[in-house]
């Protein structure tokens, strides 16, 4: 068979899904990734830039039958928020935990219970971030292409919230005349149990008429809260504070700071917790590792445990602290700033604890799971959204002589090939391992 390049068009059969969501062929043993295709289809393809081993693929036509769904969005294809929409909901469902199976088969873990996925329902993201750029007669407001930049503008989003897809008509028409949106930019969404809170990256600053604009805007869409910052690290600048942004965990109400993380649904977060709760039993004595506002130390700690929280941002602690406060539960819910990316907790100091919870970014938490691999604590319960580095990460606290127990997979980010997941972990001689 001649050398494939790009440019080249073929016929392949579609043996799976990979981990981005795209249909996978072999082209003379090579892989194909190609978008929206699905296990036992035949496609013709062009082959476009390489990727990995093998090549991104261009879908030119489907050749025969396949058991795909109607997708729920009429921008599905365009749209690079969700690939999966096609995917029947059984076959869905399959193919997340099969994604976790393998994530761990791959630093060898082959023996892991993993339970079924707990999927998420439509309408139900609270927190959207949303592309925009000027167009022609007026500014694109959606989502990016996944193959290139340019922002898909979009008329309904079936996973978000409604009166977040009720916010964005009136959203597109504030931001095309704004001087601060000429070079385009992201809008941030979150619902939140006092109304609507926008929070706008761009990096032209608003001007005073953008700021006064803006506030009408919030005046008139009774929103929460609008600011503004200029990129994703920098601190945001209010424009208009109409009431208090919060959040509940639990029943627990806490003042969310602007750009905070927060998960992706109600129903995500409650699922995700039970989880957590069910990995550190009857602990006591907890370290809330990664902690933001207190997602799960603040319900732990109004319930009469005792939690030490840790985060590299002090705002989001401050937060959870004064939630802790308000509800009577402040002096069994400490805090301390602390980047455990660098400076991870040693096993000195988590000897006095009975579990740990550990909830770091997509980028895992290597260090802190070294550190924690020759800790002598009975309980982890370790949170992710990638189930390739929780594994990575798995793997040293197994080397260190954990036992993964379980892993429970949920839909946290509905029709995506994105994954949350929680992962069970008993020290191995340990009376909660035994």
């Known amino acids: 068979m001649p050398m494939a390049r790009p440019g080249d068009v073929i016929e392949l059969a579609i043996g799976e899904i990979g981990a981005q969501g795209d249909g996978i062929g072999r082209h003379g043993g090579m892989p194909v990734y190609v978008p929206q295709a699905l296990p036992g289809e035949r496609w013709r393809v062009r082959l476009m830039a390489p990727r990995g081993a093998g090549f991104a693929a261009q879908p030119l036509a489907a050749l025969g039958a396949s058991r795909r769904q109607p997708a729920p969005c009429r921008h599905f294809g365009a749209c690079g928020g969700c690939q999966l929409q096609h995917l029947p909901a059984a076959d869905y469902g399959r193919w997340q935990r099969q994604a976790v ?75 095309a005349p704004l001087a601060m949106a000429r070079r385009g930019g992201e809008a941030l969404l979150t619902a939140s149990c006092s109304g609507l809170d926008l929070l706008l990256q761009t990096t032209v600053p608003p001007a005073l008429e953008d700021r006064e604009v803006l506030a009408g ?49 109600a129903f995500a977060e409650q699922a995700i917790r039970a989880a957590v709760v069910a990995a550190i039993g009857d602990a006591q004595r907890i370290a809330d ?21 840790y985060d590299a941002d002090p705002a989001l602690l401050a937060a959870a602290a004064a939630g802790a406060r308000q509800a009577g539960c402040g002096a069994r819910f400490a805090t301390t700033p602390r980047d455990l990316g660098r400076a991870p907790l040693a096993a000195a100091e988590l000897r006095h604890l009975d579990a740990v919870i550990l909830d770091p ?74």
């Open 101 to 175: 199976v393998q994530a761990l088969a791959r630093r060898g873990l082959h023996e892991v219970p993993v339970a079924p996925v707990q999927a998420t329902p439509p309408a139900s993201r609270r927190r959207l971030r949303l592309a925009f750029a000027p167009a022609a007669g007026g500014l694109r407001l959606g989502f990016r292409e996944r193959s290139d930049r340019t922002v898909v503008d979009v008329a309904e989003c079936p996973i978000a919230r409604p009166e977040i897809v009720a916010l964005l008509p009136a959203l597109r028409q504030l931001l």
């Open 289 to 309: 590792l990664f902690a933001g506002c207190g997602t799960f130390g603040l319900p732990l700690a109004a319930g009469g445990r005792t939690v030490a929280a």
């Open 361 to 434: 970014p997509r980028a895992g938490a290597r260090a802190q799971a070294l550190a924690l691999a020759g800790a002598d604590v009975p309980r982890i319960a370790m949170v992710s959204c990638n189930p390739a580095t929780f594994a990575r990460d798995a793997r040293h606290l197994i080397d260190g002589g954990w036992r993964l127990a379980w892993v429970r997979p949920i839909d946290a980010f509905l029709w995506s090939a994105q994954i949350e997941l929680v992962g069970a972990f008993l020290r191995a001689g340990s009376p909660s391992g035994a």
């Open 217 to 265: 805007f919030a005046e008139r869409e009774d929103l929460a809260r609008v600011g503004w910052r200029s990129g994703p690290d920098a601190a945001p600048e209010p424009i208009a504070a109409r009431r208090e942004v919060a959040i509940r965990f639990a029943g627990i109400r806490v003042a969310l700071p602007q750009g905070a993380f927060l998960q992706a649904s």
